[in-house]
T-cell receptor, first 111, second 115 residues
Framework: KQEVTQIPAALSVPEGENLVLNCSFT??????LQWFRQDPGKGLTSLLL?????REQTSGRLNASLDKSSGRSTLYIAASQPGDSATYLC??????????FGAGTILRVKS | GAVVSQHPSRVICKSGTSVKIECRSL??????MFWYRQFPKQSLMLMAT?????????EQGVEKDKFLINHASLTLSTLTVTSAHPEDSSFYIC???????????FGNGTRLTVT
């Protein structure tokens, strides 16, 4: 059974700092890996999707990497802003279009 | 704009009553929708896969008679929490698969509180 772990569980940084969120998984038989953002009491916003054959994806200040062999992914956020404060979730897509989520990292960017 | 609409966003009900949550795909026909549940500070957990025109597939440990899923059309799936109890209080969120595109599109979720 796939297990997804996100470290750290919570992170507080000053505005402008670069930061890295970590996601590890136990089963490398995945179709893709996604990073989502969830604001309190809200749904999910997809940030980046990395296909299993890819190594990384970039969008603006965000860069996500995927290393299937080691079962790891990272989300790099450059020049963090208070508006980046949210919970960040990584999720793996398995057979049957089932997404398996990590518990998330709660990020707070202080102004 | 939103491509998946979930309603209601919040609901408070008394123990023993039933609550229906709707999930609509707005811009596409979704043959498959998914229902998740999220307890505070925990992961989203898949409850069931809803297939248009057929019975839903429930994950292990999810009571199909308690969480009734109906996917009667290509744009609407409903989740009914029957005989709700306080332990059913949670954040329920749906997602819909657009067969012509990826990734999955998520609704904004429903916060259920059972008193």
């Amino acid at each position: 059974k796939q297990e997804v772990t996100q470290i750290p569980a919570a992170l507080s940084v000053p505005e402008g700092e670069n930061l890295v969120l970590n996601c590890s998984f136990t089963d490398s038989a995945i179709y893709n890996l996604q990073w989502f953002r969830q604001d309190p009491g809200k749904g999910l916003t997809s940030l980046l999707l990395i296909q299993s054959s890819q190594r990384e994806q970039t969008s603006g200040r965000l860069n996500a990497s995927l290393d299937k062999s080691s079962g790891r992914s990272t989300l790099y956020i450059a020049a963090s802003q208070p508006g980046d404060s949210a919970t960040y979730l990584c999720a793996l897509l398995e057979y049957g279009n089932k997404l398996v989520f990590g518990a998330g990292t709660i990020l707070r960017v202080k102004s | 704009g939103a491509v998946v609409s979930q309603h209601p966003s919040r609901v408070i009900c008394k123990s023993g009553t039933s609550v229906k949550i709707e999930c609509r795909s707005l811009d596409f026909q979704a043959t498959t929708m998914f229902w998740y549940r999220q307890f505070p500070k925990q992961s989203l957990m898949l409850m069931a896969t809803s297939n248009e025109g057929s019975k839903a597939t429930y994950e292990q440990g999810v009571e199909k008679d308690k969480f009734l899923i109906n996917h009667a059309s290509l744009t609407l799936s409903t989740l009914t929490v029957t005989s709700a109890h306080p332990e059913d209080s949670s954040f329920y969120i749906c997602s819909a698969l657009d067969p012509s595109n990826s990734p999955l599109h998520f609704g904004n979720g429903t916060r259920l509180t059972v008193t």
